[in-house]
């Protein structure tokens, strides 16, 4: 008896230990999240942001490869060689010689090697321009790297905004699918029990439980829905893909108001990343057109140099320094360097002509954002209104009903109609914050400023 007792035991404690273990994994897949932790996580797992950092960087070494260009030019060089003893016949006539009877002619020396370094160092003085403006390009090149970045960044906070919102909207429908199914199943109940009693048509419990199912697939369609929503969006941060977010909704009923059309145009303008970034590149370009210039001027450059040779038993040289200007002017660049500025010179021009086309496409953007916001907020008050019909159209139907003065058909129209008012409403609440935040990304500013 007492071992019956105790395995009893064990297998309570075994019981426990899972409920508990399996709470623990059902936290863990549970978390709450508010929107500016959503920015933050976005922000931080971003692939799109760290590729824009890589390029940033990349600009930055363009820099100090253009600033490096100032610095000398260093070169050294060495050579070892191993030589024979070559066969020379020395025939030089001269009547002293053969008079005496002495030979003139003295022997070769023995040599087996050679040796000789050599090191020469160059300092651009001036070279028509082409290091100062190649920096000022370049300066203005990772300028607009960055700037392309901020860029970057606010798209993947109004991206992530976009995903939070949308989420809230899948949950919302489920939330309300879901309570609208839980009535339908107690009005089925009670159709049930009235038929059974024959206070209501066979017909009129059939048409309560096809709403009822088609409310089951509702609420499976919903659920599809932000079982989909959330994995996205659990990617998009970073997190494993099996949490469940609770969001928190708590600036929804924000509905703050907005400057004029005219004020958001100049306030794009003043602010938008993307229409500084190409201002730095037709900057960039105009000293690149400098640079392509510089080809018409000579070159000036301060050089010193030292060589050391020695071969033995022959020959011997050290400290031969030697320092000096020099002037180089490549007379080819009168006719060539011509179509080098023609195209710098058609690539500002481009650009110029793209900074336009960015300004009309500001303002479209500015003008959608504008509208898209303030239809919102008026679709907010509609559907507001709607709600509060839709819940009075169902208590006057409802009520008709059960004294016998409306149909079956009528009270099932009236508890759809409060459901898609109550789901219209809530999608209206989030797509307003989200047209909101885009109208601010749109003027290239963060909300607040």
Known sequence: MDNIIN??????????????????????EQRTLTLQQAIDLSLENSKELKVSDSKVKQALASLQEAKDNRLPDIDISGQ????????????????????????????????????????????????????????????????????????????????TIAAYYNLYKAQAAVKLVTENLNTSKQRVKDFANMEANGLVARNDLLKVQLQESNLELALLNAEN???????????????????????????????????SLADWESLALDNRADFKALSSRQDAAHANVKVAKGSYYPSFAVSAGYVGINVPHALTVTNALNAGVGLSYNLASLYKA????????????????NQEQLKDGIRIDIHKAYQDYT??????????KAVEQANENYRITKNKYDNSLATTTDLLDADVARLQAGIDYEYAKADAVVAYNKLYESAGVSVGE
């Open 7 to 28: 395995k009893v035991n064990k297998l309570l404690v075994g019981c426990c230990l899972l409920v508990i273990a399996g709470n623990t994994v059902l936290a863990q």
């Open 80 to 159: 070892y060689m191993r030589v024979n003893k070559p066969n020379v016949d020395f025939k030089l006539q001269g009547s002293g010689s053969e008079e005496s009877g002495e030979g003139s002619g003295s022997e070769m020396p023995n040599v087996s090697q050679a040796m000789f370094g050599m090191a020469t160092a160059s300092l651009p003085i001036f070279a028509g321009g082409k290091i100062t403006n190649g920096i000022a390009s370049a300066k203005y090149l990772e300028k607009a790297a960055e700037l392309d970045a901020e860029r970057n960044k606010q798209e993947v906070i109004q991206n």
């Open 225 to 259: 829905n932000e079982k989909i929503t959330n994995f996205n969006f659990d990617l998009m941060l970073g997190l494993d893909e099996s949490t469940r977010l609770v969001l928190d909704t708590t600036g929804l009923s924000v509905k703050p108001q907005v400057k």
């Open 338 to 353: 011509g179509a080098k500025v023609k195209q710098a010179k058609a690539q500002e021009e481009q650009l110029a002509w």
């Open 375 to 384: 239809q919102s907020l008026k679709k907010i008050q509609v559907y507001e």
